[in-house]
């Protein structure tokens, strides 16, 4: 079952611009993770973050969370064309640990 | 550099047929999932796996798919027979106690059912 949701479902932008997804979970968590899918390969792990934080970065990207209205998003700066790619977020949905994916945002990048 | 392989990358094969899907996990790692990806559905869990025993496969048709870890360096999800709606890209993921940690997903199984 999927317990994230992302919005925008598909987000165009030009390259310099900044992205920003959404996601949007259901149940209490102890983390949230983003994942990035180039066309016709795995997931790639971005960034976790964890319940008891508020902010965090890694390089361009920047990823907030906030547990009182169950959302995080997920800033990239300066976009280029290599960032053009599927983003997901996923949670830990239980004591298994399992993860718990939303739909994703397929992003553009215009050159 | 550590990563998850698939085996095959790529699958043809004819309605009714068998199709086994292989997937080498990072050594190390005691967790395995099996996903399913397609257009319409998007990212679905098939079976999910700790220290080699099934924890949660209620996302897997149990008529026809099988999971299973032989031993901690392989994984295998087999379908039979096969139909046309199994077409999709089939990704393994592993990791340390996943939900705690990251998952690391292999490049997939792009399966065509004709």
């Known amino acids: 079952s999927q317990q994230g949701e992302e919005d925008p479902q598909a987000l165009s932008i030009q390259e310099g611009e900044n992205a920003t997804m959404n996601c949007s979970y259901k149940?209490?968590?102890?983390?949230l993770q983003w994942y990035r899918q180039n066309s016709g390969r795995g997931l790639v792990h971005l960034i976790l973050i964890r319940s008891n934080e508020r902010e965090k970065h890694s390089g361009r990207l920047r990823v907030t969370l906030d547990t009182s209205k169950k959302s995080s998003s997920l800033l990239i700066t300066a976009s280029r064309a290599a960032d053009t790619a599927s983003y997901f977020c996923a949670t830990d949905g239980d004591s298994n640990y399992q993860l718990i994916w939303g739909a994703g945002t397929k992003l553009i990048i215009k050159p | 550099d550590a990563r998850v392989t698939q085996t095959p990358r790529h699958k043809v094969t004819e309605m009714g047929q068998e199709v086994t899907m292989r997937c080498q996990p990072i050594l190390g790692h005691n967790t395995v999932f099996w996903y399913r990806q397609t257009m319409m559905q998007g990212l679905e869990l098939l079976a999910y796996?700790?220290?080699?025993?099934?924890?949660?496969d209620s996302g897997m048709p149990k008529d026809r798919f099988s999971a299973e870890m032989p031993d901690a360096t392989l994984a295998t999800l087999k379908i039979q027979p096969s139909e046309p709606r199994d077409s999709a890209v089939y990704f393994c993921?592993?990791?340390?106690?996943?939900?705690?940690?990251?998952?690391?997903f292999g490049q997939g199984t792009r399966l065509t059912v004709v």
């Open positions: 796996f700790r220290n080699r025993a099934p924890l949660d």
């Open positions: 149940t209490s968590i102890n983390n």
């Open positions: 993921a592993s990791g340390l106690v996943t939900g705690r940690t990251e998952a690391f």
